[in-house]
Nanobody, 118 residues
Framework: QVQLVESGGGLVQTGGSLRLSCAAS????????MGWYRQAPDKQRELVAT???????NYADSVKARFTISRDNAKNTVDLQMNSLKPEDTAVYYC????????????WGQGTQVTVSS
C-alpha cells in the first residue's frame, strides 16, 4: 500500500500562483508514474499532468504552459507548480501514483482544495 499526502492548496486570485506537493510513503516511488488530477463540482475527475519515473511529462491542454509537474525520487515527492491561475482551475486536486511494475494499482491522496477567485 502506498500512502500519498498532498499539501499546498488554498485560495488565490486570478493570475496568481500556487505550488502543490505530494509526499509518498514508499521507497518504490521511483518506479511509479506520478500524476495530478482534479475534480470540480459536478464534473468528472480529469487528468492535469503526469510524470514518468524517467521524467517524461504529459499535460492537459488546458494547463499547458501554465503548470509544471516535477518529481524528486530521493525525497519521494511530486510537485505541481501552477501559474497564471484562472477561475476554471478551481477544483479539488488529487495526487496519483501508478505502480505499473509490481501491481498495476493506482493510489490516491485525499485531495487538496484550490480556489481561484475572479
Amino acid at each position: 500500500q502506498v500512502q500519498l499526502v498532498e499539501s499546498g492548496g488554498g485560495l488565490v486570485q486570478t493570475g496568481g500562483s500556487l505550488r502543490l506537493s505530494c509526499a509518498a510513503s514508499k521507497s518504490i516511488f521511483y518506479i511509479m508514474t506520478m500524476g495530478w488530477y482534479r475534480q470540480a463540482p459536478d464534473k468528472q475527475r480529469e487528468l492535469v499532468a503526469t510524470i514518468t519515473n524517467g521524467g517524461t511529462t504529459n499535460y492537459a491542454d488546458s494547463v499547458k504552459a501554465r503548470f509544471t509537474i516535477s518529481r524528486d525520487n530521493a525525497k519521494n515527492t511530486v510537485d505541481l507548480q501552477m501559474n497564471s491561475l484562472k477561475p476554471e482551475d478551481t477544483a479539488v486536486y488529487y495526487c496519483n501514483a501508478f505502480d505499473g511494475f509490481y501491481t498495476n494499482n493506482h493510489y490516491w491522496g485525499q485531495g487538496t482544495q484550490v480556489t481561484v477567485s475572479s
